[in-house]
Each structure stands twice: as C-alpha cells, then as structure tokens.
C-alpha cells in the first residue's frame, strides 16, 4: 500500500506530500484514514520491504504471460 501511494505521491503537484510521513505531519486527513495512514507509516520503505520486491516479480512473471498468451492467440501486432 505503502509503495503505491508513493507513487502516486511523486506525480502531484508542489507544495504537496510526497510521502506518507508528509501527510501524517499534516494532520489534515479525515479521522477514518489515520490508522490506514499510521499503518502505512510504520511498514517497511517500499525499496527495502520483500514483500514489496516479491511482489513486483510477480507483475514481471504476470505480464510475460499475458504477452505470450496474447502472441500465441495472434492478438499483437
């Protein structure tokens, strides 16, 4: 979770958060949100997280097999 807001983060303009960190020193969130944002806080960094790295081999594995799926169907160009 902590990876993918980031990385939403990064695209918005300045003057905003860019991490997690900065919203949750903000306190400007609705009360609902704070134990999501607090537990996104506290996980690993995503460029340290394994879960993370486990994760993204996944996509990696997924998305040749989509492409190879795709090209034996002769749905690519």
Known sequence: MRAS????????GPGL???????VATKKFHPLHEAGLIAALEAPDPADDPVVREL????????QAYSQ??????LTP
Not at 56 to 63: A, N, Q
Not at 69 to 74: C, R
């Open 17 to 23: 958060p860019k991490t997690v960190a900065e919203i």
């Open 56 to 63: 993204e081999v996944h996509e990696i594995k997924m998305r």
């Open 5 to 12: 807001f980031e990385r939403y983060l990064a695209t918005t």
């Open 69 to 74: 799926a795709m090209h034996a169907a002769k």
